[in-house]
Each structure stands twice: as C-alpha cells, then as structure tokens.
C-alpha cells in the first residue's frame, strides 16, 4: 500500500508565500516522476509542476517564475515553493508521483488527498 501525505496549504495574502510538502510511503521501489496538480472549482485538474528523480523540472507557464518544485529522493518528498502568489493560484493542490512498488514491479500512478491554497486579493 502506497500514501501520499500532502501538508503546507493555507490562508495567505496576494504577493505571499507559500511551501507545500508531499511524502511518499509504502513498499516503495522507485518514484519517477513526482508533481503537483491543482484544481480550482469550476475547472479542470492542471499540471503545475512535476520533477524527474534526475532533476528535471517542468512547469505550467502560470507559475514559471514564482512557483520552484524540488524533491529529497532520500525521504520520498517532493516540495512546492509558491512565491508571488496570487488570486488566480486559488485551488486544490495535489501531488501526484508514479511509483514502482515492490510488490507491483511496474509503475502506477498514486494521488494525495489534496491541500487547500487560498489567495486573497
């Protein structure tokens, strides 16, 4: 069985900051790569980030810039800074990470729970 645990969400005013945290746990093998989605009401999930094991990176054109997506492939975690944030980044932030479980042996897409961001203007 594999868990994400999303933490960091919040409250914050526009032009703030904030740092999201996703964990893996489980019979983990591996994990490639590891992103964050977001979903605000109304609309459809989007890509806002994701990070290969290597350290590649790729972001929503939204966020290039203000939001940085790194991750510590000791722990399993993969972080979200959200710097300048603004109004329209307003959502449900979910880490999304394709992992190989040892159980499994091919790899398999796994969810958090979402966390909630809110903007204010």
């Given at each position: ?33 590891m992103g ?86």
């Amino acid at each position: 069985q594999v868990h994400l645990v999303e933490s960091g969400g919040g409250l914050v005013q526009a032009g703030g900051s904030l740092r999201l945290s996703c964990a893996a746990s489980g019979s983990i093998f591996s994990i490639n790569p590891m992103g964050w989605y977001r979903q605000a009401p109304g609309k459809q999930r989007e890509l806002v980030a994701t990070i290969t094991s290597g350290g590649s990176t790729n972001y929503a054109d939204s966020v290039k810039g203000r939001f940085t997506i790194s991750r510590d492939n000791a722990n399993n975690t993969v972080y979200l800074q959200m710097n300048s944030l603004k109004p329209e980044d307003t959502a449900v932030y979910y880490c999304n990470a394709r992992i190989v479980t040892v159980v499994a042996g091919f790899p398999l897409g796994y969810w958090g729970q979402g966390t909630q961001v809110t903007v204010s203007s």
